[in-house]
């Protein structure tokens, strides 16, 4: 009987020492299982590490490396800013394949769609007018006829062009009547250009610079590469469509002689204001206030500003929404 016990006994003892060993590990110093959180309790700075000085310095490079900061330079001078990309008018009115721009006696057309595609187009206007061609020069946009004189560039707003038909420096009205007739029933054609159309929109890119936001002191303007003559015809065209609630926005007087437009503009920031507000507070700022829009020529490009028509000035805010909105046409 005993020796049963002792054997049983004995079948225990494999068990027990695993059993020990297991949990001898989850000691703090002699274990399997340590802690590492406890490594952090009493933490000594080491040596800081000391590379040699005959070490190759292009094969090390900083980690993160952090750029040196620059102290800003005061607001006397001009700030770039790049302004958000606004809705524009473009984006709740629907905008016709074919369009008339003109300014005192220039006339021309704005096409939606790429220049290359537009020259396919206008060729083929040539060529079913039966108009000898004298001179054409594609990667200028220029062809000549023996009656007009066609020339063809990128437009102000991305993915537009614009066609002029001129005899002796004059717009021809027929004939941008006839091209208008034409170029409106083939908006398909205007997809079979492809290749000609990407080496323009590359050259557009290459060309061409972004609108420009500026801060001058207290106010704003907006730097356009494009001629004064060519962005006053544009605005004028939008402005006529959006500016037409008397309430908020509306356009007043048109100015081609000066490149200038009166507004009355209500800001944001007074249209927001609550209903009791409006009701219970006199405040001649919650009408909408008059303001002169002009563009500036400056060669080949232009500056587009606003500033209050009346005695008020116009708040920094608004002066800045307002021009935002109207340099988001040419977008």
Request: aromatic letters at 6%; a negative charge.
């Amino acid at each position: 009987m005993s020796s049963v016990l002792e054997k049983r006994a004995l079948k225990w003892i494999p068990l027990a020492l695993a059993g020990a060993v297991t949990l001898a590990g989850c000691a703090r110093d002699e274990g399997f299982y340590d802690d590492r959180n406890l490594d952090y309790a009493d933490v000594e700075p080491a040596s800081p590490l000391v590379l040699p000085e005959t070490r190759n310095t292009q094969r090390y490079r900083e980690a993160l490396p952090v750029p040196e900061a620059v102290s800003q330079r005061a607001r006397d001078g001009v700030t770039e800013v790049r302004p958000p990309q606004p809705l524009t008018v473009g984006q709740s009115t629907e905008v016709d394949y074919v369009e008339s721009r003109e300014i005192g006696d220039q006339r021309w057309l704005v096409v939606a769609a790429d220049p290359g595609s537009v020259w396919t187009q206008l060729e083929s206007f040539v060529r079913q007018r039966g108009l000898v061609v004298q001179e054409s020069r594609a990667s200028d946009g220029v062809l000549v006829t023996s009656q007009a004189e066609f020339r063809l560039q990128s437009g102000l707003r991305e993915g537009s062009s614009e066609v002029r038909c001129e005899r002796g420096g004059q717009s021809m009205a027929s004939c941008l009547e006839a091209l208008q007739s034409y170029l409106s029933p083939n908006t398909a054609a205007s997809q079979t250009a492809s290749a000609t159309a990407s080496s323009w929109s590359a050259q557009r890119l290459q060309n061409d610079e972004l609108l420009s936001l500026r801060q001058l002191g207290d106010g704003w303007e907006v730097a356009m590469p494009y001629a004064a003559d060519r962005v006053w015809a544009e605005i004028h065209y939008y402005l006529a469509q959006d500016f037409d609630q008397a309430d908020e926005r509306e356009l007043l007087a048109a100015d081609p002689d000066n490149y200038a437009f009166l507004v009355s503009y209500l800001a944001r920031e007074q249209r927001d204001r609550s209903l009791l507000q409006m009701v219970l507070f006199t405040d001649t700022s919650e009408q909408a206030r008059e303001v002169r829009l002009v563009v500036e020529p400056r060669g080949d490009q232009s500056v587009l500003r606003a500033k209050a028509a009346g005695e008020q000035p116009l708040s920094e805010s608004a002066e800045r929404e307002l021009l935002e909105r109207v340099a988001g046409y040419l977008r």
